[in-house]
């Protein structure tokens, strides 16, 4: 239906166009689609803290309910993890979670959650958009229930019992950048021992005016504070809780890629299995893996195909270096809470400077970085064939050793760096990503990627 569209992670949009009644519409169509696949079991209806997500979240309850289904809400806007945790927890048929994640306040979105808790694969968002249509609700005394529910506690026990408890004499600055974490994972980290500094912890559906994305330059104040309080280790998460960023007293902001490998070192510790990657995330992960002779799938981008490679590998750990993870034992869908107290017990075990310390002496120097170039939605198609064609055969000195293309075009360079240029799934841009040994080897690899891409847009 016209402008409904399900992309990398559901719907997104700005509130011009995120309207009621589209988002009755959504509703609908996945009533229609958990009956028409045989699902009877209740729905969950979860919100993020922007102004306009309970009033959405309500509607789509209305709707699901009024379709035959019970529906369960959470007591308060809570994290997406939250949710899908609840839907395996309880046995759900699925949920929808009304969020747009990090976009500025002045979007929303909603996506549908299947009964795995797994981010939904393209076959379900295909299924779903083929029911779109205007609600058609049942007779008062034929519809469903509408129940509020504590969604905090069994997700905050499952955490507890699968990473651990003790992080006593650990102080955490932990920053919510005014979302739907607050209350939530610091409560983990409190009850698990740590004394929590709190940073932004108070609901605020502008987010002090900056998106809730947990970036470098919008987290200072937490790298300061842990200076400052001579603190163990920074935590901040994104609006709906479902990524996360650390700081550290020696780096600052940690880079998501090093994260992903000092965490996926500390578990290889007690436990084995291989990793799940994207196209995008750093190849220093298949460096600790083949060291513990375990193996490395690469996915495209997106956490959907994190998890569904997770389920066919039994994956130790899977994630992307925008900060989305989540570990075996666990509902695979990335999850910044869980990751929080797991991050906090690895750090607790070996702060994270000096773990990634030694794995820089043991397996290399890494440096990765993006950047975006401005491409309408309807024009990333071309430019990927395009630039099918104008591949050269060298890149910033180069030789390209090995081409790519299970997402836009990675360039495997002879010297073991890569350039990535794919279309982004959320926003109308060409993303470039690079790694390499050295900050100027990125520059130089990020610049001809700019070189490659500028002409075609």
Request: charged residues 30%; hydrophobic residues 40%.
């Amino acid at each position: 239906m016209e402008h409904i569209s399900f992309g990398t992670d559901g719907w997104r949009a700005t509130l011009d166009t995120f309207t009621d009644e589209r988002v009755r519409i959504v509703g609908q169509a996945v009533a229609d689609y958990l009956r028409e696949e045989g699902y009877t079991d209740p729905v969950f209806v979860g919100y993020d803290a922007r102004e306009t997500s309970p009033g959405f979240a309500e509607s789509l309850a209305e709707v699901v309910a009024g379709n035959g289904f019970d529906v369960l809400m959470p007591e308060r806007d809570c994290p997406t993890p939250l949710v899908a945790y609840a839907i395996a927890d309880r046995g759900l048929s699925g949920a929808l979670m009304v969020t747009a994640s990090h976009n500025p306040p002045e979007y929303n979105g909603v996506k549908f959650i299947p009964s795995d808790g797994a981010p939904a694969l393209p076959e379900v968002t295909d299924a779903v958009a083929a029911y779109l249509a205007e609600p058609d609700l049942l007779p008062e005394s034929e519809r469903g229930t509408i129940e509020r529910v504590d969604v905090v506690s069994p997700h905050a026990d499952h955490a507890l019992e699968l990473v651990g408890d003790d992080l006593s004499g650990q102080t955490i600055v932990y920053d919510a950048m005014h979302g739907s974490g607050r209350g939530v994972t610091d409560a983990l980290l409190e009850s698990a021992g740590a004394d929590v500094v709190r940073l932004r912890c108070n609901r605020d559906a502008e987010f002090g005016g900056n998106p809730p994305e947990p970036s470098a330059e919008n987290l200072e104040e937490l790298s300061e504070a842990l200076i400052d309080l001579g603190a163990d280790l920074g935590v901040a998460n994104d609006g709906d809780a479902d990524r996360l960023a650390i700081a550290t007293p020696k780096r600052g902001v940690l880079d998501e890629n090093l994260f992903f490998a000092a965490v996926y070192d500390y578990l290889l510790e007690s436990d084995a299995g291989p990793a799940i990657r994207t196209v995008s995330t750093t190849f220093l992960i298949d460096r600790i893996a083949e060291a513990h002779g375990e193996e490395v799938f690469e996915t495209a981008v997106g956490f959907k195909w994190v998890a569904d490679a997770m389920r066919e590998h039994d994956a130790l750990m899977g994630g992307e270096e925008s900060g989305g993870f989540t570990v075996r034992g666990h509902v695979r869908e990335k999850d910044g809470v869980l990751m929080a107290l797991l991050a906090a017990t690895a750090a607790a075990e070996e702060d994270f400077d000096a773990r990634l310390d030694r794995i820089e002496d043991e397996y290399g120097e890494i440096v990765a970085d993006k950047i975006s170039i401005d491409c309408p939605d309807g024009e990333k198609a071309r430019v990927i064939d395009e630039l099918d064609d104008e591949l050269p055969e060298t890149v910033a000195g180069r030789d390209i050793a090995k081409v790519v293309t299970l997402d836009g075009f990675k360039l495997l360079l002879d010297d073991g760096s890569w350039l990535l240029v794919r279309p982004s799934g959320t926003e109308p841009k060409m993303r470039v990503y690079a790694e390499a040994g050295s900050e100027d080897a990125v520059s130089a690899l990020l610049e001809a990627g700019r070189e490659l891409v500028e002409p075609l847009v």
